[in-house]
């Protein structure tokens, strides 16, 4: 069946720091990825998604690009900010039933 | 713009009991889905309803049931709560018509916790 994988965390950086959380996914057909954020205490929020190979979503400073070589959707930003802080879900979406399949999620931790 | 309400926040049950949890979805939805998060795991789906009828499931037991009214609100019910139950459980809404929709907006969540 669908399955996401995603790195473990947490992952701990400083201020300004370049962020990269690896997702991998596995299908059957062609999914729509995404990317949501859950702040501490609170419900998850779609952060960006990609629809079909090669897209770039993009959101908030937030990049993650649809990679079907390698069934990937690894999330960047240049510059993390304290704020950031939260835990990020990779998940996926395939046709028809519109139910997404997550991963585990890795926690972010910036200090500042 | 009011976003997707659940209602209570957080709530306490012991082993055996029942419990019913309330969400509204966000304004112009008419599709309810229901997930539970464990703690330290990414949400799992429980069932999604659709003009007032459960159009989708996953694997849990009929232990889970649910409702969705007229005005598109959605309950969901835990009988016979075993400790295994206690978790966050998040409601997203969406569109549901052409088959459904992508797109899911959560609410904040109900942290249950069964002792």
């Known amino acids: 069946g669908d399955s996401v994988t995603q790195m473990e965390g947490p992952v701990t950086l400083s201020e300004e720091a370049f962020l990269t959380i690896n997702c991998t996914y596995t299908?059957?057909?062609?999914?729509?990825l995404f990317w949501y954020v859950q702040y501490p205490g609170e419900g998850l929020q779609l952060l960006l998604k990609a629809t079909k190979a090669d897209d770039k979503g993009s959101n908030k400073g937030f990049e993650a690009t649809y990679r079907k070589e390698t069934t990937s959707f690894h999330l960047e930003k240049g510059s993390v900010q304290v704020s950031d802080s939260a835990v990020y879900f990779c998940a996926l979406v395939t046709g028809g039933s519109y139910i997404p399949t997550f991963g585990r999620g890795t926690s972010l931790i910036v200090h500042p | 713009d009011a976003g997707v309400t659940q209602s209570p926040t957080h709530l306490i049950k012991t082993r055996g009991q029942q419990v019913t949890l309330r969400c509204s979805p966000k304004?112009?939805?008419?599709?309810v889905s229901w997930y539970q998060q464990a703690l330290g795991q990414g949400p799992q789906f429980i069932f999604q309803y659709y003009e007032e009828e459960e159009r989708q499931r996953g694997n849990f037991p009929d232990r889970f049931s649910g409702h969705q009214f007229p005005n598109y609100s959605s309950e969901l019910n835990v009988n016979a709560l075993l400790l295994g139950d206690s978790a966050l459980y998040l409601c997203?809404?969406?569109?549901?018509?052409?088959?459904?929709?992508?797109?899911?907006?959560f609410g904040p969540g109900t942290r249950l916790l069964v002792l």
């Open positions: 304004s112009g939805h008419d599709t």
């Open positions: 997203a809404s969406s569109w549901g018509s052409a088959g459904g929709s992508e797109t899911q907006y």
């Open positions: 299908a059957t057909g062609y999914p729509s």
